[in-house]
């Protein structure tokens, strides 16, 4: 592990959320999952200051209460670090995150649109962007000036797409700050960027490149970044070494696969809850499982991977009654109408399924819209497939997850299009995600596979997760980011 540093985490969402009691006082919600989970053992190892914005009444309360200062908090493994919420605007921070950071960029970033008929941009885009997008990055950049000003040897990591401006905006109020970015979805090619307004797409990149050190999952999408730098910016790109020359400064980009806690996953798998969850799929199941976890957003192609298992159950009626599909789909951001409708058209897909092959005894999938994580490991544990399919994603640690754990040599359907393809590939079997009939064969092709090939392909899988887990995700960051530095400091030494 590499020696104890100061370090700022800047992301929209924060490692703790509060909830309003009945008595109007708060309780402290440590989360889970995700970009907390992976940056645990930061907050394990380092001095971390991690700043947030306030997502809730409980987090508003307690943002008051300490004013504009952090205040010390603990993970979920006892560490302490300073937690520092930001508050915005209701109104700016609804242009930023429900107009702008998921319509809009989210969407860019997975090539959601078709083009022919959406977008639209207009004024209320421009107005989303200036008076919220931009505003909500400039909240955050000024609590990062003035923790730099407290803190001025700290290394400030941001996160993901909702930050795309504030390390520009920083720069500008700290020259010699030391900045970092990772972005943990796809970046797409040049082209597709131009279909955002110029000043928009612009904007976008030239803040990233405001950093020392740019980070992405695979060197497919670093190599994409560097293409449209080049692009959008007509920055000086050396594709050899990795690096961008803009506005005086040079930035490495790296591709480091981000991963899982497998201590963590080994625990769960054992834990009461899980266990109980997973005593009620066994009891239930009928020979064969196929298995997706997703949350309900487009970009995770589940109406497609529905069609697909329904043309497999069409193809092959001698295995009616033999299987299911359990989909245990998380709810994703309903507050947007993108993403509402998607979640209806699931649920359109899902019945159609069902009302075609069901009988009085056989229920052939079991959609469920719920947030219980337990019951996904007690899923992740009895797969005999595992289908992911997304149309693209930065990385799906689904497919790193459910492996890790599973006791039934399950076999792993893997999108060409996702990060994890770059890792796992070699012992999944592939699949275009817009190919809804070569999904079906692979899901025929993966419950009859050779129980010996299966045993292996899991073994693999499971071999490379554990070999490259979170904790040396975290240190490859570090190090990328001391090599980063290393000519300017023996420039001053």
């Known amino acids: 592990m590499p020696p104890r540093r100061r370090l700022i985490i800047v992301s929209n969402r924060g490692p703790v959320s509060y909830a309003v009691r009945s008595d109007g006082d708060v309780d402290a919600r440590r989360g889970g999952g995700g970009l907390v989970t992976a940056l645990r053992s930061l907050v394990t190892h380092h001095d971390v200051t991690w700043i947030a914005s306030v997502m809730s009444e409980g987090d508003r309360i307690v943002s008051e209460r300490h004013g504009d200062t952090a205040f010390e908090e603990q993970a979920r493994d006892g560490s302490t670090f300073r937690l520092r919420l930001v508050w915005h605007p209701l109104q700016a921070y609804d242009w930023y995150y429900n107009v702008v950071a998921n319509p809009v960029l989210w969407f860019a ?9 959406s977008p639209d941009w207009d004024h209320g885009l421009h107005n989303a962007w200036e008076n919220g997008y931009v505003a909500v990055n400039e909240n955050f ?44 979805i796809p970046w797409p090619q040049p082209d597709y960027w131009r279909v955002l307004p110029e000043e928009i797409r612009r904007a976008v990149h030239d803040g990233i490149l405001a950093n020392d050190v740019v980070g992405f999952h695979t060197a497919r999408w670093r190599l994409n970044f560097l293409r449209s ?16 020359h803009h506005a005086g400064r040079t930035t490495r980009v790296t591709a480091r696969p981000i991963s899982v806690d497998v201590q963590e996953f080994d625990d769960l798998a054992q834990s009461e809850s899980v266990l109980s969850e997973e005593r009620t799929i066994v009891e239930r199941r009928p020979e ?50 993108e993403y509402a409708e998607y979640l209806a058209a699931i649920q359109r897909a899902a019945r159609t399924v069902n009302d075609r092959f069901q009988t009085v005894d056989w229920t052939p999938l ?22 992911v399919n997304a149309i693209f994603d930065g990385m799906n640690l689904v497919a790193k997850e459910a492996p890790l754990v599973n006791e039934r040599d399950g076999v792993l359907i893997l999108s060409e299009n996702t990060g994890a393809h770059e890792q796992l590939g070699e012992w999944a ?15 025929h092709e993966a419950l ?14 499971r071999a490379q997760v554990r070999e490259h887990d979170v904790t040396r995700w975290i240190a490859e960051q570090l190090e990328d980011l001391d090599e980063a530095l290393r000519p300017a400091l023996e420039a001053t030494a």
């Open 109 to 117: 970033q997975h090539y959601l649109w078709g083009l022919a008929e």
């Open 141 to 184: 950049a000024r609590v990062v000036v003035d923790e730099l000003a407290r803190q001025p040897d700290a290394t400030v990591f941001f996160h993901d797409y909702h930050l795309y401006v504030a390390p520009r905006l920083v720069r500008e109020e700290a020259p010699g700050a030391t900045l970092a970015h990772f972005v943990h």
């Open 229 to 244: 730098c080049a692009d959008i910016l007509g920055a000086d790109v050396d594709l050899a070494a990795n690096e961008t």
């Open 288 to 337: 064969f499982l196929v298995l997706r976890v997703d949350r309900t957003d487009p970009s995770k192609n589940v109406v497609r991977g529905l069609r697909a298992y329904e043309l497999f159950l069409e193809a092959h009626p001698e295995l009616h009654g033999r299987v299911q599909m359990l989909a245990f789909l998380d709810p994703s951001r309903q507050d947007i109408p």
């Open 366 to 387: 079991d959609l469920q819209i719920a947030d219980n994580f337990a019951q996904s490991v007690a899923a992740y544990k009895q797969f005999d497939v595992l289908l």
């Open 429 to 443: 079997l592939t699949v275009n995600p817009f190919d809804v009939t070569a999904q079906a064969e692979a899901i």
């Open 448 to 461: 009859f596979m050779p129980a010996e090939e299966r045993a292996q392909r899991l073994a693999a899988i």
